[in-house]
């Protein structure tokens, strides 16, 4: 009866890192559509702020 308690607990853990591992993964996916559509407007912000630096554009 023991064994059984075991397994159950044992199968949760491997649950719950395949979760996080699809949360990783969800989250990863986010990134990379966000910085794919603003990608030119976040350089265009990082040129600018680059062209206001002393010694900065050159």
């Known amino acids: 009866m023991g064994n059984k308690f075991k397994g ?3 199968e949760e853990e491997g649950q ?8 990783l993964g969800l989250i990863a996916v986010g990134v990379i559509v ?3 559509t603003l990608g030119e ?4 912000v990082f040129e600018n702020l ?3 630096l002393p010694g ?3």
């Open 8 to 10: 159950l607990f044992i």
């Open 41 to 44: 407007e976040i350089q265009g």
């Open 16 to 23: 719950g890192m395949t979760e996080y591992g699809l949360i």
């Open 56 to 58: 900065g554009g050159e």
């Open 50 to 52: 680059t062209g206001q």
């Open 34 to 36: 966000v910085l794919t």
